[in-house]
């Protein structure tokens, strides 16, 4: 145990958990994608209108959740979350194949607004028990859970699902299981922490360590959403549209590009997220490694950022290579960047505003990225129905260049971090 203690990592693992349930329940559609679209006949703007469904609730419901989770607190808010997306994850089981188009729509928008609250209450919860020169290697820890519930999607479809897509329904109804585990554990343990008992008055110090006091007096969101920090962090979250592209086209892309299938998507899938953990775990320990050693929190945060850009610009060039193994790495260091990009934008929020404005702002930004996702889908499965495979080298371009023109307005727009205070005035303080 550390001298602080370690209380604190046992919340984290919490968060990790629920993460895995949430990537593992969302990534199920983008591994069987292939074999679903031949089983009901969809084309790719059939699959796009699916993938939208659950960006357009995603959206809608970031705003809903991240102003509910600031209201209710981190235990209800995130209970409510998973218990909403339990019920629509496992709700893909029951539909009929002559249902199946809009039966998948369905579905997918309640799972997308019962997802919609993990990161908000996510991101809340590491404000409340980590330090800022933690909280990013904590993102970074806790974020890497998306490539877990990743890696599992198609190993678990390897397993139970047949070549023929006979028992396709199964993997669907895992995370009911999951869920329910998940929730009992956290009304069991979780308080915030100046009321858990079994935390330490060390820890509890050095958690408070660099925090302003606050008032209980509530922020509705409508009081961030004109704030030039809030338009800042969202802009940093268009990039998820990415991140989703990986994640909601990358297995029909190696189907389409080198005729991996269900069979053998796993090994490829693998080596992604493998790649994207390090880069979340990396990027959140390189920024928190800056500050520790004395340098600014702007510039931690910022020329983690700046390398994550140069690390993903490769992969602009994954569809020109006939080695699908090639075309794996470059999507894998892209996918690493990403996930190290979003440790640390993430941590923008905790770092600029107070505690209990962070889910709102969470939901916010998180509610452009998933517009920027709704609009990628809508134009992706257009070129691809125009021009078949070829439509990718577009999107793999807009991938790989994007961080660094989005990093760079950010710089012009914000070119020093000045925390917000109680009352959401700037503190005069910059850090």
Same mark, same amino acid.
């Given at each position: 145990?550390?001298?602080?203690?370690?209380?604190?990592?046992?919340?984290?693992?919490?968060?990790?958990?629920?993460?895995?349930?949430?990537?593992?329940?969302?990534?199920?559609?983008?591994?069987?994608?292939?074999?679903?679209?031949?089983?009901?006949?969809?084309?790719?703007?059939?699959?796009?209108?699916?993938?939208?469904?659950?960006?357009?609730?995603?959206?809608?419901?970031?705003?809903?959740?991240?102003?509910?989770?600031?209201r209710?607190?981190?235990?209800?808010?995130?209970?409510?979350?998973?218990?909403?997306?339990?019920?629509?994850?496992?709700?893909?089981?029951?539909?009929?194949?002559?249902?199946?188009?809009?039966?998948?729509?369905?579905?997918?928008?309640?799972?997308?607004?019962?997802?919609?609250g @993990?990161?908000p209450a996510?991101?809340k919860?590491?404000?409340?028990?980590?330090p800022?020169?933690?909280?990013?290697?904590?993102?970074?820890?806790? @974020?890497?859970?998306?490539?877990?519930?990743?890696?599992?999607?198609?190993?678990?479809?390897?397993?139970?699902?047949?070549?023929?897509?006979?028992?396709?329904?199964?993997?669907?109804?895992?995370?009911?299981?999951?869920?329910?585990?998940?929730?009992?554990?956290?009304?069991?343990?979780?308080?915030?922490?100046?009321?858990?008992?079994?935390?330490?008055?060390?820890?509890?110090?050095?958690?408070?360590?660099?925090?302003?006091?606050?008032?209980?007096?509530?922020?509705?969101?409508?009081?961030?959403?004109?704030?030039?920090?809030?338009w800042?962090?969202?802009?940093?979250?268009?990039?998820?549209?990415?991140?989703?592209?990986?994640?909601?086209?990358?297995?029909?892309?190696?189907?389409?590009?080198?005729?991996? @299938?269900?069979?053998?998507?796993?090994?490829p899938?693998?080596?992604?997220?493998?790649?994207?953990?390090?880069?979340?775990?990396?990027?959140?320990?390189?920024?928190?490694?800056?500050?520790?050693?004395?340098?600014?929190?702007?510039?931690?945060?910022?020329?983690?950022?700046?390398?994550?850009?140069?690390?993903?610009?490769?992969?602009?060039?994954?569809?020109?290579?006939?080695?699908?193994?090639?075309?794996?790495?470059?999507?894998?260091?892209?996918?690493?960047?990403?996930?190290?990009?979003?440790?640390n934008?993430?941590?923008?929020?905790?770092?600029?505003?107070?505690k209990?404005?962070?889910a709102?702002?969470?939901?916010?930004?998180?509610?452009?990225?998933?517009?920027?996702?709704?609009?990628?889908?809508?134009?992706?499965?257009?070129?691809?129905?125009?021009?078949?495979?070829?439509?990718?080298?577009?999107?793999?371009?807009?991938?790989?260049t994007?961080?660094?023109?989005?990093?760079?307005?950010?710089?012009?727009?914000?070119?020093?971090? @000045?925390?917000?205070?109680?009352?959401?005035k700037p503190?005069?303080?910059?850090?």
């Open positions: 145990m550390s001298k602080t203690g370690n209380y604190r990592w046992r919340i984290l693992a919490m968060l990790f958990f629920a993460l895995t349930i949430n990537y593992f329940d969302r990534s199920l559609l983008g591994v069987m994608a292939p074999k679903l679209m031949e089983l009901f006949e969809w084309t790719n703007k059939d699959y796009a209108l699916v993938n939208m469904s659950f960006k357009a609730a995603y959206a809608i419901g970031l705003l809903i959740m991240g102003s509910l989770i600031d209710l607190g981190t235990k209800k808010g995130f209970s409510l979350s998973i218990l909403i997306w339990s019920i629509f994850g496992m709700l893909h089981a029951t539909i009929a194949k002559s249902f199946a188009l809009p039966g998948f729509i369905l579905a997918r928008f309640g799972l997308g607004f019962g997802e919609s @993990n990161f996510s991101i919860t590491v404000a409340e028990w980590f800022k020169k933690e909280r990013a290697f904590a993102t970074g820890i806790f @974020n890497a859970a998306t490539s877990v519930g990743a890696i599992l999607a198609p190993i678990v479809v390897m397993l139970v699902v047949a070549e023929n897509g006979d028992g396709w329904r199964y993997p669907f109804l895992i995370t009911g299981v999951l869920s329910g585990i998940w929730l009992f554990m956290w009304l069991k343990i979780y308080k915030k922490p100046e009321d858990n008992p079994k935390l330490s008055k060390t820890e509890l110090e050095h958690i408070l360590s660099d925090s302003e006091p606050e008032t209980t007096e509530k922020i509705p969101w409508i009081k961030v959403l004109p704030l030039k920090q809030t800042v962090f969202s802009l940093t979250k268009i990039l998820d549209a990415v991140w989703w592209f990986y994640l909601f086209w990358g297995g029909k892309f190696l189907f389409d590009q080198f005729g991996i @299938n269900i069979k053998t998507l796993a090994l899938l693998l080596i992604i997220y493998v790649l994207a953990d390090f880069g979340s775990v990396f990027g959140g320990y390189l920024s928190s490694a800056l500050i520790k050693s004395g340098r600014s929190i702007n510039f931690s945060r910022k020329i983690t950022m700046l390398l994550c850009g140069v690390i993903i610009l490769p992969v602009s060039f994954a569809t020109k290579t006939d080695n699908q193994w090639i075309a794996i790495v470059l999507i894998g260091l892209a996918a690493a960047g990403h996930q190290a990009w979003s440790a934008v993430f941590t923008f929020v905790s770092d600029i505003f107070p209990k404005a962070t709102s702002v969470v939901g916010i930004g998180g509610m452009v990225g998933a517009v920027a996702g709704i609009l990628a889908d809508f134009s992706l499965g257009s070129v691809l129905d125009a021009q078949g495979k070829e439509g990718y080298f577009y999107a793999f371009l807009i991938a790989g994007l961080y660094l023109i989005v990093l760079g307005i950010v710089q012009l727009l914000m070119p020093t971090m @000045n925390p917000l205070g109680d009352d959401l503190t005069g303080k910059s850090i």
